[in-house]
């Protein structure tokens, strides 16, 4: 059993989410086992491997990271600025098809160092190569839900089908979802197996949805509706799931979404920096569909720092509304943690109580931007910093702590990924 | 003599700003003494207190910060998510009634540590009780720029003026600009007066511009004109100096700034949070006026944090001009260091030469969101963090190394931060 003691404790459960208590928490295993302040009997008959002073700062869950193509991180800075077609023609794609397992392996692993520097612990990942990103996650101890994502024709619904059974119940901590690219990238006849494997494990399903205006353009020109409505119409959200981006939607979508019980995966980073648009996080609140956020990939944000992620979140939509009072710091807290968790079907990883996954982090409040201490929930989400994570757990498991990685080499993995990197370009150029 | 080796080194000099090139650099008292690659004899000769291998890390000028108001890091988080005259008139104004000077001394020497955590060493700061902010910046070695704030009527141009005596070549690090709070502060006389000041002193005049649209529309209905064009008539930008905000400018302001030379001080940050708008740094640039990038106060951002800046400025003008070609990460850097430099009027502050200033930081290439190093300058302000920043030296001072201050005591700080923030909100609220 690990003991953190003297900390200040934000569960993210109950009524009260946000409310700080001073307390302890202990984990066994991977599971939460105490949160409070204990007796002295309970201190005697408890034995612990560890003891972490938390010095009044702050625990809390570990943030989810409900978009992200991990593997992406070999484009980071590669090719910014420029016009969103050139940018994906010219160079991603091409340099994706040279993409090896190996490849695939240290770029992963790059990312989840990231994450862990962010207080990351779980992502919901859509890219391809599955065996070696998995290896890269229980190398590193990262959580992972893969993310179905197929595009094509009908046929590849066998693979998604024999990928959905293969990567669920097999791996610690890697679980997989029913998911496809998007609609602008799926045959008609993918996306109808898709809505009958959904109808078969009674299973929700996620993809990228509206995240441009052309993508939805487009799909109202070719099938006379919208991508939610086209998705919903064959089934494919009836047991819930997700969308990502999410920027383009009608009321109508807003309302499939509110039915279905599906999420809505915000992602302002990228969507900003493709210039795609502001989703209307404040109509989704209205309609009461539940919000998770992610990063995107490295290609398109280009960080994966959930900080940025919730800063952006809530200042985006206050220019949106034209209205200072929007997007309250509280919401957007909600949707880094719970919200994700939630979205990611990760049930019992989103809040510190006993029994839950002890995905956690502590926050170093005595650093200049958490201080004075007068909203600690505020200063997290208008202040706060990935320089603020000080240690990063996850289900259990100490990955992260004061600048340094436990379960990595991060110097190997940097040494590897520059030359893999390298490799790449050099095949695409030469 | 203090040698930085085993670098990489950017600039900022030059036609070829962003070229990075591996070698030294030789810090001798507060100016930079040498840059580049050393003879054997050269290395014989020299003489050093201190070595750094620098570990092919980046250095680098350091950031400027063209606008903040440094004491009121006492408000963060303490009144966020409300609209903007409730936000000002409820709670900022009420509680910066009860300030006194110790309280200024306390609350700036906060955020003198936030900004070097960051890496900037110098800021452009508008605020009250000087000889208080002036002896944390002394105290903490912190550069500063004060910036006039009188407000009211003709008479305070007297205040203005004796300040302006006062705070220029009297103490090391802190210079004075002539400034005003805002046209809809200052009444037609005192404008009037500070156009007469910067004709005797030949001198540039600063002041928040433009920032939301109810001031420039009610100036418009007050004196027919916008306020840049007010100033403008009264000879107050005859010598330059700068805007703060500049969020809604015509066509006919910014040939005025042209003309003018003066600058535009860019606040992303705070823009957003306040919802007054995106500044239209296209346009602006493609005048060919002067940007320099600033975070506004604590209050109002909440952080202190010139990367979220950088990331901001690029990315809401990707959306603004919805072009994700739109604002190129390498004018955002510019702006961020030696723009800010050159609004400010610290002109030997700007760039690694021999005989400037020794303003400069060490970045982290080592963590995970540097990596890989495809193109630093894009990695700086598409991914880079303020945990990336692991040496900043002020006029040849190393003020924060490895997350440590060398100059302050940082609990000391936050301890007394807290305590008078808490006096202050007791009297509102008492």
Known sequence: MIRFKN???????????????????????????????????????????????????LIMPSFKNAHTHSAMTFLRSYADDLPLQKWLFDKVFPLEAKLTGEDVYWFASLANLEYLTSGITANFDMYFMLDDYVKACMDTGFRSVLCGSVSGGAERSFELEENYNKYNNTYPLISYRLGFHAEYTCERGLLENIGKLAEK???????????????????????GMTPTALFDSLGIYNYGGAGFHCVHMT????????????????????????????????????????????????ASNNALDMFREMYLMSVLNKLRENDAAACDANDVL????????????????DTLEI???????????????????????????????????????????????????????????YKNVQKHAERIQSEVSG
Chains 1, 2 share one sequence.
């Open 251 to 298: 009321e109508q979508d807003l309302d499939i979404f509110k039915n279905r019980g599906a999420y809505i995966v915000h992602n302002p980073g990228s969507n900003s920096k493709l210039a795609s648009g502001i989703a209307d996080i404040k109509a989704i609140k209205e309609k009461g569909i539940g919000i998770a956020l992610g990063t995107d990939g490295p």
């Open 355 to 413: 029994g839950k996954q002890a995905d956690l982090i502590i926050l170093d409040l005595k650093q200049p931007n958490m201080q004075p201490i007068n909203n600690i929930a505020k200063n997290i989400v208008y202040s706060g910093s990935k320089s603020n994570v000080k240690l990063t757990m996850c289900a259990g498991k100490v990955l992260y702590e004061n600048g340094g990685f436990t379960s990595a080499d991060a110097q190997e993995i």
């Open 201 to 223: 494990y009674k299973a929700p399903v996620y993809t990228h949805n509206s995240e441009t205006a052309k993508e939805v353009n487009d799909c109202i020109e070719k099938y």
């Open 7 to 57: 900390a200040r404790i934000m569960t993210l459960a109950g009524d009260n989410p946000f409310k700080i208590t001073e307390g302890e928490v202990w984990t066994d295993g991977d599971r939460i086992s105490f949160v409070g302040t204990p007796t002295d009997e309970q201190l005697k008959n408890t034995q612990f491997e560890r003891e972490i002073c938390v010095m009044k700062n």
């Open 334 to 349: 909600y949707a880094a943690t719970v919200g994700g968790a939630k979205a990611m079907g990760l049930d019992d990883c």
